[in-house]
C-alpha cells in the first residue's frame, strides 16, 4: 500500500503533456492570464452561452487532507435544461453522463492555464442513438466555442 508521501510524488511529477492527447476531452491551454481571471472569464462564458453551472468542485480543496503537492484544480459541472430534456427523453441512461465537465488548471507553477472540455460526441456516442449523436454534435460546438472567448484580452487605444 502506499504512503501518503508516495501519493504526493506521483501527483506532483505528473506530466501534463499528455492531458493534451486524450479521446474524450479538448483541451487549450492559454499564457499572459491568471487562473482566477480564466475561471471568471469560464463562468462568464458559460451564462452567456445559455448553460447553468451546476456545481463546481475545488480538488486541491477536496483533497487537502491528504499530503498532495497539486496546483489549483477546479471541475465545473454544467448543463442546458433544454439539452437536459432532449437527452433523457431520448435515453434515460444518459443520467450517468449529465452534466458535462470542464476543469480548470494551473500549469508550471501558475504561468500556463489548461481547460479540458468533455468532448460530448466522444463520451455520449456510447448511447448508440442517432438522436443522441446529433444532440451531442450541437452541445459539442457550444463547448468548443466556450474556447474561443477565453484568455487574455487585447484592446487597441
Keep these: 500500500m502506499e504512503n501518503s508521501e508516495d501519493k504526493k510524488q506521483r501527483l506532483h511529477s505528473q506530466n501534463y503533456t499528455e492531458s493534451r492527447n ?26 452567456d452561452k445559455g448553460f ?11 483533497l487537502k487532507d491528504f499530503d498532495i503537492d497539486m496546483s489549483h484544480l477546479i471541475i465545473i459541472m454544467v448543463c442546458h435544461k433544454e ?11 444518459m443520467t450517468s453522463l449529465v452534466p458535462c465537465k470542464i476543469s480548470i488548471k494551473a500549469l508550471d507553477d501558475a504561468s500556463l492555464i489548461e481547460v479540458s472540455i468533455e468532448d460530448v ?3 455520449w456516442a456510447i448511447s448508440d442513438k442517432s438522436e443522441i449523436e446529433e444532440i451531442a454534435k450541437s452541445v459539442g460546438q457550444d463547448l468548443k ?12 487605444l
Design 121 to 123: 460526441e466522444t463520451t
Design 145 to 156: 466555442e466556450i474556447l474561443d472567448h477565453l484568455g487574455p484580452k487585447h484592446f487597441k
Design 22 to 47: 486524450t479521446s474524450y476531452s479538448i483541451v487549450r491551454r492559454y499564457g499572459s492570464i491568471t487562473f482566477d481571471e480564466a475561471l471568471t472569464q469560464l463562468r462568464d462564458v458559460l451564462k
Design 83 to 93: 439539452t437536459a430534456a432532449d437527452l433523457l427523453s431520448n435515453d434515460i441512461q
Design 52 to 62: 447553468d453551472i451546476i456545481g463546481e468542485m475545488d480538488v486541491k480543496d477536496y
